[in-house]
């Protein structure tokens, strides 16, 4: 089960970098990227509702006492990682805000700790740390700091809801299928987003030309559009939620790291954004902060710690000669 949810998340990871540079594609044609990220969830979520209501029905049906995690996983886990990100990169550097944003392996280890009372490996916490750090060399974070108060908290609060994305897909049980709670949260994202992106006035004849962003390869925008929408989207999430489900929030969130190394090789791929000593020191570094949070997972999920035996007396008849025998509760 490790090496398959490891697996899992690194396939998870690679799809999730295409959402970026496939955006550009769209953005390239006129639509502004709150309309991308809406088109995005709306059709990848109409997409899941559709096929599971054909195909596995039973996977749509949400437990009246869930009710709430669905519609917080909506908007905290989906649609608040994606707007306030959106939100951040106005007022910061793209890079300082995505940095912010990846702050989420470090969040997601100390609630796992502090408030989850769970043990975890030292190599877990160390691989956080790395990799927060070679994501600060990635994004050059040092260029541009005189940071914004507001959009600094934007983006905390960006890498918070990104944490809450990890946590959440590691803490619901068996009366939740994983494939219906992506859809409905693809979904219900979706119509959060509607007042942000204002659908009626997206440019929907931007998906019928040709685009090419700067000096990238020309490619229709339908087709990028499609692929961000099945492979960044569908397959990215449902691969996401199944590998922490097999790992832990804290390993699943650092190995997450490696879509920004992704993603540069991908924009460097279709659109000619040539990867800097920078970006390949630091992605080495992600790498390496991913490899230690790996090898923190022993097979199984950690468990909480237990509270230590008490002593309790045996309560024996007093001539009894074992009244004083002290035994502990298992």
Same mark, same amino acid.
């Given at each position: ?95 300082? !805000?995505?940095? =912010? ?6 969040? &997601? +280890? #100390?609630?796992?700790?502090? *408030?989850?009372? %769970? /043990? ?102 339908? !087709?990028?559009? =499609? ?6 989207? &569908? +397959? #990215?999430?449902?691969?996401? *939620?199944?590998? %922490? /489900? ?85």
């Amino acid at each position: 089960m490790r090496y398959a949810g490891l697996a899992l998340a690194f396939v998870s990871a690679w799809c999730f970098a295409f959402s970026g540079p496939m955006a550009k594609y769209l953005i390239a044609a006129g639509v502004t990227p709150i309309e991308a990220v809406w088109t995005r969830m709306a059709g990848a979520g109409l997409l899941l509702v559709a096929v599971l209501a054909v195909v596995r029905p039973r996977a749509l049906r949400i437990p009246g006492s869930r009710l709430p995690f669905f519609a917080l996983y909506a908007v905290m886990a989906v649609a608040g990682v994606q707007a306030l990100y959106f939100v951040a990169i106005t007022r910061l550097p793209v890079g300082v !805000a995505l940095l =912010l944003e990846f702050m989420a392996p470090v969040m &997601v +280890v #100390a609630w796992v700790r502090l *408030v989850r009372k %769970v /043990r975890l490996a030292r190599h877990a916490y160390l691989g956080a740390v790395v990799a927060v750090v070679g994501l600060g060399i990635v994004v050059e974070a040092w260029q541009g700091l005189r940071l914004d108060a507001l959009g600094l908290l934007l983006g905390l609060l960006a890498g918070a809801c990104c944490a809450g994305y990890f946590l959440m897909n590691d803490s619901f049980g068996d009366d939740v299928d994983p494939l219906g709670l992506i859809a409905w949260g693809m979904t219900g994202a979706a119509v959060v987003l509607i007042p942000f992106a204002r659908p009626w006035n997206i440019p929907w004849d931007a998906f019928t030309v040709t685009a090419a962003p700067e000096s990238g390869m020309r490619l229709p925008v339908l !087709a990028a559009y =499609l692929w961000m929408v099945l492979i960044a989207t &569908v +397959v #990215a999430y449902i691969l996401g *939620v199944n590998a %922490v /489900r097999r790992l832990s929030a804290a390993v699943g969130a650092t190995v997450a790291s490696l879509e920004v190394i992704g993603g540069a090789i991908v924009a460097w791929g279709l659109l000619g954004e040539a990867l800097g000593v920078f970006q390949i020191v630091g992605g080495l570094i992600v790498l390496s902060g991913a490899l230690l949070a790996q090898m923190a997972t022993p097979g199984t999920k950690p468990q909480p710690e237990l509270p230590q035996p008490e002593p309790v007396a045996d309560l024996t008849a007093p001539d009894d000669p074992a009244a004083e025998t002290v035994i502990t509760r298992s």
